[in-house]
């Protein structure tokens, strides 16, 4: 079945510890999204790529970053994390037009 | 700047019941796009239905459909015969056919009680 898929599912990192979450998908879809997500609230768009175009939300901490090396690839980098940034990080896509398909998320715990 | 009410921050309803959860938008464009996504606890977010504003025929989806009224720009769900499965966190979103970017609302969190 054609898919989003997030690893590590599961990530622990210490404070300061550079992490890399990664996302595939195998949809072919043009645009891919990165989300954070903290309990109980709607999901926060932090960047977007539509193919290699790279879209970055302005309230996005300079501590996020994010390659898109091809196609099916995502990954989001978080240089520097802080207590703050313990989230669900969610990745989606979508076609030019229409609904997004999302992946099941990494939970981030930072201690 | 397009923004996504929904203003019903928890709602249960009895097995078998129906419930309607509300959504309201606010934007200046046409063409867009409106959904429903429903995120489990602890569980992926799926796309529950969607509708497309050149579309008067409201959608619907088995036992889900939509109550779309451009003019009053209001997007709401019918859940029927509710299952204790529905049980989730309900978000309406929103986009603009003319961008990438979908606005969420702030999240409905249902309760189907048995």
């Known amino acids: 079945d054609a898919m989003v898929i997030q690893n590590p599912r599961y990530q622990v990192t210490q404070f300061g510890k550079p992490v890399t979450l990664s996302c595939s998908q195998t949809l072919n879809h043009n645009v891919m999204y990165w989300y954070q997500q903290k309990s109980s609230q709607a999901p926060k768009l932090l960047f977007h790529y539509y193919d290699k175009d790279f879209n970055n939300e302005a309230d996005t901490p300079d501590n996020f970053q994010s390659r898109r090396p091809n196609t099916s690839f995502c990954f989001l980098d978080i240089r520097s994390p802080g207590l703050g940034d313990a989230a669900m990080y969610l990745c989606?896509?979508?076609?030019?037009?229409?609904?997004?398909?999302f992946g099941p998320g990494t939970r981030l715990t930072v201690l | 700047a397009q923004t996504v009410t929904q203003s019903q921050p928890e709602m249960s309803v009895q097995e078998a019941e129906t419930v309607t959860l509300s959504c309201t938008y606010d934007?200046?464009?046409?063409?867009?796009?409106l959904f429903w996504y429903k995120q489990p606890p602890s569980r992926q977010m799926i796309l529950v239905i969607r509708q497309e504003a050149y579309k008067q025929q409201n959608a619907t989806e088995n036992r889900f459909s939509v109550n779309f009224q451009k003019a009053a720009k209001s997007f709401s769900l019918k859940i029927s015969d509710s299952q204790l499965g529905d049980t989730a966190m309900y978000f309406c979103a929103f986009r603009d056919s003319g961008t990438y970017k979908y606005i969420f609302g702030t999240g409905t969190r249902l309760k189907v009680l048995a």
């Open positions: 934007t200046s464009e046409n063409n867009y796009y």
């Open positions: 989606a896509t979508s076609r030019v037009a229409g609904e997004q398909f």
